[in-house]
């Protein structure tokens, strides 16, 4: 705990959850719609957002490539992008992937976690990071009418960054 208070180990815990800053932004505890409530729905400021950490040092994300601009369902996307320690402290830092249909004709969450990697950085060092995409998998919806999973085309918003909130990367990219 000692070297945690002192700056000699550089913590990367990160929050699974999301804090509010008041009650009164999460609504009623009668509605049972999630409208409104956790990272994927919330369209407030909260107060900590899902995913979020401290950390003794400072990482810059850069460079975000998609290995393809237009997709089909059945396809893979390959996400790169760089991270890199700018600070004076090594650390580890936790590379967060979300998703958002930006074209949905159907309610649909703000974005989605699809992936993540923790990374350990030395200061000054920067590493390329890739991460997978599966169309058939990250990019779907639970139809009710076809009792099944599906996949709605059009743009989707490829997200990189820190926290649900501190989004330092974007990408659209084409579901056909």
Request: charged share 25%; proline share 5%.
């Amino acid at each position: 705990m000692a070297d945690v208070l002192f700056g000699d180990y550089n913590p990367a815990g990160r929050l699974p959850v999301t804090f509010y800053k008041s009650i009164d932004q999460i609504g009623g505890f009668e509605d049972y719609s999630m409208q409104g409530k956790t990272y994927r729905y919330f369209k407030g400021k909260p107060l900590y957002p899902f995913g979020y950490g401290l950390s003794f040092t400072t990482f810059e994300y850069s460079n975000l490539k998609v290995n393809r601009k237009k997709i089909k369902s059945a396809d893979t996307l390959n996400i790169s992008f760089n991270v890199a320690n700018i600070g004076k402290v090594d650390g580890d830092e936790v590379c967060q992937l979300y998703v958002r249909d930006a074209e949905s004709t159907l309610p649909m969450p703000i974005k989605q976690l699809k992936g993540f990697e923790r990374v350990h950085l030395k200061t000054g060092e920067s590493k390329s990071i890739t991460m997978k995409l599966k169309a058939d998998e990250d990019l779907t919806y639970y139809d009710v009418k076809k009792c099944g999973y599906a996949i709605e085309p059009g743009d989707f918003e490829i997200q990189v960054g820190p926290s649900s909130q501190d989004i330092r990367l974007r990408e659209t990219i084409i579901v056909n």
